[in-house]
T-cell receptor, first 112, second 115 residues
Framework: AQSVAQPEDQVNVAEGNPLTVKCTYSVSGNPYLFWYVQYPNRGLQFLLKYITGDNLVKGSYGFEAEFNKSQTSFHLKKPSALVSDSALYFCAVASGNTPLVFGKGTRLSVIA | EAGVAQSPRYKIIEKRQSVAFWCNPISGHATLYWYQQILGQGPKFLIKFQNNGVVDDSQLPKDRFSAERLKGVDSTLKIQPAKLEDSAVYLC?????????????FGNGTRLTVT
């Protein structure tokens, strides 16, 4: 069975500093990896995905993520954090025809 | 384009009552999903439709949950009878193709409180 681990419940970062939100996964077969963001009282919004190809994928709002097959990781990164990036971030994985499985989420707080 | 619409936004019921949630996907999206998000957890898959047919309902607790998408557009998720542990946000999502590598477009969800 596939699974996603987000080891940090909360990440705090100062505005302008780089941020990283960690994600590791377990799946049989080739993974399809996603990051979604959730703002209060809103649904999830797609940020970026890795399907195949270049290990570094770029997404919305300046976010990027690096696929590392040997470490089974897909960490979300941004070079310079904004206060408006404060939200709940979810990593998710699918494989073959399996439905998307989400991690428990990491709350990002960017402090001015 | 208009997003995924869900209603109601909030619902409070007593245990053992029934409740229904409605979802209207993005126009032209053939694939529709329902997810359950309990507070402090990530969304959990419940059911997937392709047009008006069920593709995967392996995670749906069928003793109390049911869902339909009769005309291949709108969908309804029902719980009967509700339990306290059903308190959660119910998210509907859609995508134009049913491939696992396609991003999902989520609605704002229906927050259910069972007392």
């Amino acid at each position: 069975a596939q699974s996603v681990a987000q080891p940090e419940d909360q990440v705090n970062v100062a505005e302008g500093n780089p941020l990283t939100v960690k994600c590791t996964y377990s799946v049989s077969g080739n993974p399809y990896l996603f990051w979604y963001v959730q703002y209060p009282n809103r649904g999830l919004q797609f940020l970026l995905k890795y399907i195949t190809g270049d290990n570094l994928v770029k997404g919305s709002y300046g976010f990027e993520a690096e696929f590392n097959k040997s470490q089974t990781s897909f960490h979300l990164k941004k070079p310079s954090a904004l206060v408006s990036d404060s939200a709940l971030y979810f990593c998710a994985v699918a494989s073959g025809n399996t439905p998307l499985v989400f991690g428990k989420g990491t709350r990002l707080s960017v402090i001015a | 384009e208009a997003g995924v619409a869900q209603s109601p936004r909030y619902k409070i019921i007593e245990k053992r009552q029934s409740v229904a949630f409605w979802c209207n996907p993005i126009s032209g999206h053939a694939t529709l999903y329902w997810y359950q998000q309990i507070l402090g957890q990530g969304p959990k898959f419940l059911i997937k439709f392709q047009n008006n047919g069920v593709v995967d309902d392996s995670q749906l607790p069928k003793d109390r949950f049911s869902a339909e998408r009769l005309k291949g557009v709108d969908s309804t998720l029902k719980i009967q009878p509700a339990k306290l542990e059903d308190s959660a946000v119910y998210l509907c999502a859609s995508t134009s193709v049913g491939q696992p590598n396609s991003p999902l477009h989520f609605g704002n969800g229906t927050r259910l409180t069972v007392t």
